[in-house]
């Protein structure tokens, strides 16, 4: 099946959970946050929530920045 | 402020329940190095610095931004970059998952040019926000209305800008900013954006802001840890100032000798 992370297409081999996926891409574990289709996922439920086909993610974390 | 300072004025900034000494915010962006911004940091007493929230980057592996701003410094997400109340409200909700701050410094953008805030877009997130629980400090043009109606949304704060983001022209319409002040004696006013020089920082403080942030005035300077030191005495100074009253300007020389007894 295939999610798309940060607008990039990622193909799954099978069913995974969040915190899988998040392992698998190798990011930091603390101080990124996670949105699935336009809903932020709590760390908490992180491995609960189950991906499905065409689910579309927003992982972000901080840069340096003032305004814009 | 110098503890003697402090006391004498005897005031702190608080910002929804929040005590700071420093009236400076900082940007984290546009730096050299990250030793330059945390010089740069240090210098400037600020205790609290605004950073950005961006897509993690996937094709490698990314070390935090955050682990090289000193820890004690309280991090204020800010919605940089977003053009839609839409976009700013998830970028914030995001910030608050990842760092479990309900502070956010409200930034809706309404053309990429001026960088000028969409006060509409701003107000319509503010309200979704203040809802949600968060502490709103939204950017916005330096209107008087747009200030009632974002303190009337319960936005904890109001950061009317100087100038546009970036341009370091200084605060362009001081009546504004003194308007704001004198209709608004209970809001917490912190100029956002424009300061180009320590002079605009204290201009700021004089026309009676409560605190001033910014970022490229600083990181852009050659030395950005002397500037960061000429903005926090340029605050201390502008507060001071602000608090002591100006005297009334006159047209005419006011002799500051005895009028009389001169030799003849």
């Known amino acids: ?68 | 402020m110098s503890t003697a300072i402090q006391a004498r004025s005897g005031e702190t900034l608080i910002i929804a329940n929040r005590e700071f000494t420093s009236r400076l915010i900082i940007g984290t962006g546009k730096y050299r190095s990250y030793d330059q911004m945390r010089e740069a940091h240090t210098a400037s007493g600020a205790e609290m610095v605004t950073v950005a929230v961006r897509r993690v980057p996937l094709d490698r592996s990314s070390e935090s931004f955050l682990d090289h701003l000193d820890p004690a410094l309280q991090i204020l997400p800010n919605t940089a970059g977003c053009y839609s109340a839409e976009d700013a409200v998830r970028t914030a909700r995001l910030a608050r998952e990842a760092l479990q701050t309900d502070l956010v410094k409200l930034e809706v953008i309404g053309d990429p040019t001026t960088l000028f805030p969409d006060n509409e877009q701003t107000l319509e997130a503010a309200r979704v926000l203040v809802k949600e629980g968060f502490v709103v400090l939204p950017y916005f043009n330096d209107d008087l209305i747009m200030a009632k109606k974002l303190l009337d949304a319960g936005c904890a704060a109001i950061m009317p800008l100087a100038a546009p983001i970036g341009s370091g022209l200084g605060v362009q319409n001081p009546a504004n900013l003194r308007i704001m002040r004198e209709q608004l004696p209970d809001a917490t006013i912190i100029v956002d954006a424009g300061v180009g020089t320590a002079s605009d920082a204290a201009v700021a403080m004089e026309l009676g802001a409560d605190a001033v942030l910014m970022n490229t005035a600083i990181a852009e300077a050659q030395d950005p840890a002397k500037m960061a030191t000429a903005m926090k005495l340029a605050i201390q100074a502008g507060r001071l100032a602000y608090l002591a009253g100006r005297m009334p300007k006159r047209l005419y020389a006011s002799a500051s000798s005895p009028l009389t007894g001169n030799i003849k």
Not at chain 1, 51 to 67: C, K, N, T
């Open chain 1, 1 to 68: 099946m295939r999610v798309y992370v940060n607008g990039e297409a990622k193909e799954l081999s099978g069913s995974i959970s969040l915190a899988e996926l998040v392992t698998q891409l190798d990011l930091p574990a603390t101080r990124i946050a996670v949105e699935l289709n336009r809903a932020v996922v709590r760390r908490s439920d992180w491995s609960a929530t189950v991906l499905h086909d065409e689910d579309r993610l927003e992982i972000v974390h901080f840069v340096g920045g003032g305004s814009v």
